[in-house]
Each structure stands twice: as C-alpha cells, then as structure tokens.
Nanobody, 125 residues
Framework: QVRLQESGPGLVRPSQTLSLTCTVS??????????WAWIRQPPGKGLEWLAT???????FYDASLRSRTSISRDTDKNQITLLLSPVIPEDTGVYYC?????????????????WGQGTQVTVSS
C-alpha cells in the first residue's frame, strides 16, 4: 500500500525558509511514470499546486511561485522535499504531497492518486 507522510515545522516566521519533507513507503519515487507533487490549501480556499518532480528527476513549478520554490528528491531515503523562501503570511495553509500519474499540474484529486494527510503550516511572527 502506498503511503505518503508529510513533515514540517508547523510554525514559520515571515521571511524564513519553509522546508517540508514527504516520506514515501510502498512505492519508489523513481517508479516509471510516477509524478510527485506538492499542493497546498489556504484557509477557505481551494487547492493550489506548487511543484512536481517526475520519476526521471525533472522538476516543474507553478509560475507564480517559481522564484520562491524548490523541489528535490532523495532516492536513497525515498523522500521528496519542498523549500519555500522567503515565506509570507499568505503561505499559511495545509500542505499535501501526492503521487499522481501522467500529469504535472495537480489541482484536483483523482481516483488513481495517492495523497498524504497533509501538514499544517502557519506563517506568523
């Protein structure tokens, strides 16, 4: 069974760097045709896609966040990492990682997806 577990600091001060890790079990992040995405949901809003990294290592970003976002992977640990810097209060929300197939931009949940439970991130001084 594929499981994704997000982990992060919970509370981050404005202008700092947010680092989130997604630990994957039951599948390999290098599995053919797998894409690994970070998505967030601000309070009272819909899903916002941030970035995706493919099984081949190629990275894709939402244009509006590209200057502040970096996605990477550790194939030995089977983990996906997201960096967001500098953070602003509008970055507050629940952050999810997901495994999807055959698409890069993730703004909906599809039956074939696997999603983590999400981790709350609050940006506040």
């Amino acid at each position: 069974q594929v499981r994704l577990q997000e982990s992060g600091p919970g509370l981050v001060r404005p202008s700092q760097t947010l680092s989130l890790t997604c630990t994957v079990s039951g599948d390999s992040i290098t599995a053919n045709d797998s894409f690994w995405a970070w998505i967030r949901q601000p309070p009272g809003k819909g899903l916002e896609w941030l970035a995706t990294i493919g099984w081949h290592g190629a990275a894709f970003y939402d244009a509006s966040l590209r200057s502040r976002t970096s996605i990477s992977r550790d194939t030995d640990k089977n983990q996906i990492t997201l960096l967001l810097s500098p953070v602003i209060p509008e970055d507050t929300g629940v952050y999810y990682c997901a495994r999807v197939r055959s698409r890069v931009k993730v703004t909906t949940r599809e039956p074939s997806d696997y999603w983590g439970q999400g981790t709350q991130v609050t940006v506040s001084s």
